[in-house]
């Protein structure tokens, strides 16, 4: 019998517009990529402001647990290069290690030419139950 890939079970109602769309899902492991938008625009060069590269890796870091309860504890982030509107970015997440509730996940993200844009560590939770009650 083949083995199936896992499905999404996390942040299903997140706007992939300006989080990224998912490329992989894997056991401990996922890939989002995303386009720079022109509502992404920080200055005239067409800077992208880097919280919405951020949101990219922070979804990817949530995709590598893929638990509906995850939520980020703290991150650690390094921008090595800026990026522009229209550019494309593709952000790799694997799970490092897992103890009890905590998962540690990298992440990197690069341009399509290969450069890094981020590296950073993310430091996630699962919880029993969704963060916030209806």
């Given amino acids: 019998m083949a083995k199936s890939e896992p499905v999404q079970n ?3 109602a997140i706007d992939r517009r300006l989080c990224g769309h998912v490329r992989e899902i894997g056991t401990d492991r996922s890939s ?14 067409g800077l992208v402001h880097g919280g919405f590269i951020f949101g990219a890796a922070d979804y990817a870091a949530m995709l590598a647990v893929n638990d509906p309860n995850v ?4 991150a650690e982030v390094r921008f090595k290069q800026p990026s ?4 494309t ?23 399509t030419d290969g450069a890094e844009v981020l ?4 430091v996630c939770f699962v919880l029993d139950a969704p963060a916030l009650k209806n």
């Fill in 10 to 12: 996390t942040h299903l």
């Fill in 32 to 45: 989002v990529e995303l386009r720079l938008l022109e509502e992404m625009r920080a200055d005239a060069t």
């Fill in 71 to 74: 939520v980020l504890g703290s």
């Fill in 84 to 87: 522009r509107v229209g550019d």
């Fill in 89 to 111: 970015l593709v952000f790799e997440a694997v799970v490092e290690s897992a103890d009890g509730r905590k998962r540690t996940v990298s992440v990197v993200g690069k341009a």
């Fill in 119 to 122: 590296v950073g560590r993310f």
